[in-house]
C-alpha cells in the first residue's frame, strides 16, 4: 500500500495504529486536547502540590501475619503453624507511637524503622459491609468504592474527573485497565513502566526517528481536529515529556530490583519532573497464599518493604516527603484460622497502612481483641472509604468527599490519620 496517497486523506484507522503509543509501554490514554497534555518541562521547579501514591496488595494479604498481635493467646491457637513469634517480628514499641499491642513482621524492618519515626498509620480492622470473599467481587467493590452498585465507575476516575481532569492527574502503572480509573468524562494514563513509553512512528525505520516525528507533529498539527488526531497529539507531547522525565532522572537512592521497587521508581521519576499527577496506583501480586505461605509471605513482604523504603528515601531526598500519603491496601485479609495446606483462605477485614510526612501515625481503629480472634473471620469497624475520603478531604483538599464516594456507610466513623 503506498501510503503517501493516504497522507491527504487525513489520519486513518491503519495510521493510528501505525503512529501508536507502543503497546508493551501504554494500556490507556485519554481524550485531551493539546493544552491539556502539557505538563511542566523537565527542569523547570517542580510544581507545588499534595499526592497519593497507592499500592495494591494483590491477592488478599494476610494482615494477621503481617502486623502481628502480641497478648491474645486466640492468634495461636488458631494459627499452631503460622502463628509468628518474637523471633520472626519486630518491635514498634517506642517513638511517638510505640505500641507493645503488635510487632511488624521481621521482613518489614524499614516500615517498622518508619513506624517508630511517626510516618506510618495502622488502620485495624478494615473491610465494608457484608464482605465478600471473591477476588473478582472484592477487588471491584473497593476498585469502584461501591458496595451496592456492581457497575458503576472507579474511585479515582471520579476524582479525577473533577478535581484533576489532565491525562496525567492520575497514572495507573503496571496495573493494566484498572477498573479504579474508569470514569465518565476522565480516562487517566495507565502505563506498564516509563522506560517503555514511547511513541512509535514506523518501526522500519529506527535511524531518523526523531526527524520522523517532528514531520509527524508537523502533519498532525495540519489536520482538523478528531478524537484519533487530538489522541495521537498527546502521545506525541507525553512521549517526549516522559522520556525527559527518565532520562534527567536523578537520585542517590539505589532502587532494588523487585517489581515494586521498580514501579515505585518510576513514581520518583514523575514526581521529581513536575508532573501534575495528585494520584499515583500501583500493585504488587502474589498475596494469595493458600498453601506453604510462611516463605511465600516473607518474600512478598521484603519486597513491599524494600520498594516503600526506596521511594520513601528518595521523596525524603527530594523534600517532598511532607507532600506525600502512601496507601497499602488489599481486596480483604485472610481467616483467623490456618488451613491445612499451611496456608491461610480468604476472609474478611484486615489493615490499611498509609505512610508519608503527612500522615500521623500510630494505631487508629478499633482494637483488636481476643474475642475477634476466635470467629472464624474479622469483623470491620472501620469502612475503607471512609480512610479514602479522609486521605481526599485532609491532604488532598476536596471539600465533599462524598462527590467522589457517595453511598452511604454502614460504619461512618472515619479515623483521623493525616495531620
Known sequence: MNTSKNQSAGVTRRDAIRF???????AALGPVDRAAAAVAPVGSPRRSGKFV???????????????????????AVQRPTLALGSGATLPIDTGPYGTSAFRLHSELGSLAQMYRDGDVAIVQKVGYQRANKSHDTSR??????????????????????????????????????????????SDP??????????????SRYSNNHAHRLEVLRDILDARTASPARDALLTGHALAGQIRDAVDNYTSTVTYRTGPLSQRLLDVARMV???FETRVYYTRLGGFDTHGAQLSRHAGLLQDLDEGLADLANDLKAMGVWSDTVIVVMSEFGRRNFENGSSGTDHGEAGNMILLGGAVRGGLHGPALTNADLDASNLAYGVDFRGIYGRVLEAHLGVADPTTVFAEELAIASQPDVIL
Open 20 to 26: 501508536t503509543l507502543s503497546a508493551l509501554g501504554v
Open 53 to 75: 501514591v497507592v499500592v495494591e496488595l494483590d491477592g488478599g494479604n494476610d494482615w494477621l501475619n503481617t502486623v502481628v498481635p502480641q497478648g491474645l493467646s486466640n492468634y
Open 140 to 185: 471491584k467493590i473497593w476498585a469502584q468504592g461501591l458496595r451496592d452498585t456492581p457497575n458503576g465507575n472507579g474511585w479515582v476516575g471520579r476524582y479525577a474527573a473533577q478535581y484533576a481532569p489532565t491525562t496525567l492527574g492520575a497514572v495507573s502503572i503496571a496495573c493494566g485497565r484498572h477498573r479504579a480509573f474508569v470514569g465518565a468524562g
Open 189 to 202: 494514563l495507565s502505563v506498564g513502566s516509563l522506560s517503555r513509553f514511547r511513541f512509535d512512528n514506523d
Open 272 to 274: 521529581q519532573a513536575g
